[in-house]
């Protein structure tokens, strides 16, 4: 098999494995008092301490949870609540247009329940949002902003925001800024402290480490309101028996992604670069899609003219070749991808792309096995789609 698709989900690394491995054979809730559980609880907290270290953040700002989605439902739905609860004018949340369903589908839950007023904020031809942009949806009135959320990268496309000018922005207006740098983290070098942000998501199986395992980092003040209740285990912000093994998995994944990150993103770019040259070759007139620099190093979003992504993707995946559309299917249509969408496609070239990722573990021999199957692939997709309209 050829797996290009570690945007998705990424493999344990062998490390974590056996960390993980030794930890579920060791007994003991965290919360407990006894020596197993007090033993737990090392594990945890130095698992923390682990993951503060690598982030540039202390270890009391370091929020487990289950994964991305839920760090981001607490930062979205919880920060809102604290915010609009010590303010009450406070109710828009600004998002960018491009952000993953896991901040734009509870932003958009908390309108439909909660009074909350979203905005998308527009980004251009490659998928960024200007900073200018964010200041003036601010300036339209600042005291009613509840809070801010924009990625640090993006999961379809690859586009790197400019964090930290963005969250500068915020700031001066002292509105809290989220971040979900699900993508960003063991590939875009991310310190918490430096970046100014006031809360960061992060996920342990887009970095090596297990599924199930995330964290939400929060700076000193910011507390939201809490979204699972219950024996209120980590700071009373969330709640569930702490999955010890799990964090102690990824720990060690964050530890090492973090430390090899320069060296790792430098190999995936240059061979993210022979995929899109290797692609090109068999089939010139793809389209990359995202910004041209400022863009994940294992990230090749394309465009191929003419084709269903859907059909595509299906056609390389019979030859054994793993890769996305990065967007969402429902009921066997294929819709077009937001992203592409808020990037100024019109919704059939939005339909035309793929997303090839590449993680640890990627070879050029990957990269040749696609460039051997692309071009008869689009071929046949092509013709598929000149049948189905003629
Ligand atoms: C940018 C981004 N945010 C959030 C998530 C969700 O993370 P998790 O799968 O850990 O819930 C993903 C995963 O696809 C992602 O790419």
Redo the contacts with the bound molecule.
């Keep these: 098999m050829v797996y290009l698709d570690h ?3 990424t493999p344990p690394r062998p490390e974590v494995l056996a960390d993980m491995t030794d930890g579920f054979g060791v007994l003991g809730n965290a919360s407990s008092l006894h020596a197993a559980g007090r033993q737990a609880r090392r594990t945890v907290e130095e698992s923390r301490e682990t993951i503060a270290e690598a982030l540039g953040c202390t270890p009391h700002e370091v929020v487990f949870t ?7 439902n607490l930062a979205v739905k919880g920060l809102y609540w604290a915010r609009h609860a010590r303010d009450p004018a406070r109710r828009r949340v600004l998002v960018s247009a491009v ?2 369903h ?2 734009l589908d509870p932003a958009h839950w908390m309108a439909d329940h909660q009074g909350a007023l979203v905005e998308e904020l527009p980004v251009d031809g490659y998928g960024r949002l200007d900073p200018g942009t964010l200041r003036a949806a601010i300036e339209r009135d600042p005291g009613s902003v509840a809070l801010v959320s924009v ?1 640090w ?3 379809e496309v690859g586009t790197v925001q400019p964090i930290a000018e963005l969250a500068a922005v915020a700031a001066e207006y002292d509105i809290w800024f989220h971040t ?1 740098a ?2 960003a983290v063991g590939v875009e070098p991310v310190d918490f402290a430096a970046s100014g942000v006031s809360a960061l ?1 992060l ?4 970095l090596g480490g297990p ?1 199930g395992a ?1 964290a939400l980092l929060l700076a000193r003040g910011v507390d939201p309101v809490p979204v699972l209740h219950g024996g209120g285990q980590e700071r009373e912000v969330r709640s569930g028996t702490l999955m010890t093994p799990l964090l102690r998995g990824f720990a060690t994944a964050v530890r090492l992604a973090v430390a090899e990150r320069a060296e790792h993103a430098a190999e995936l770019a240059a061979l993210r670069d022979e995929l899109v040259a290797a692609v090109r070759a068999a089939v010139p007139d793809i389209r990359l899609n995202g910004h041209p620099t400022e863009r994940l190093a294992g990230n090749a979003n394309i465009g191929f003219p003419g084709c269903e992504g859907d059909a595509l993707l299906m056609l390389l995946d019979a030859q054994g070749i793993c890769c996305s559309t990065g967007s969402a299917c429902s009921a066997g249509v294929s819709q077009a991808s937001h992203v592409l969408l808020a990037m100024g496609a019109d919704p059939d070239t939005a339909r035309e792309s793929l997303r090839f990722s590449l993680g640890r573990g990627s070879t050029s021999a990957d990269v040749k096995a696609l460039a051997e199957a692309i071009g008869p692939a689009v071929e046949r997709a092509r013709k598929a789609r000149a049948r189905r309209r003629s």
């Design positions: 945007a998705a989900t289950s994964g991305g989605t839920e760090a981001d952000e993953h896991a901040v990625m990268a993006n999961n979900d699900v993508q998501t996920t342990g199986h887009k599924v995330g």
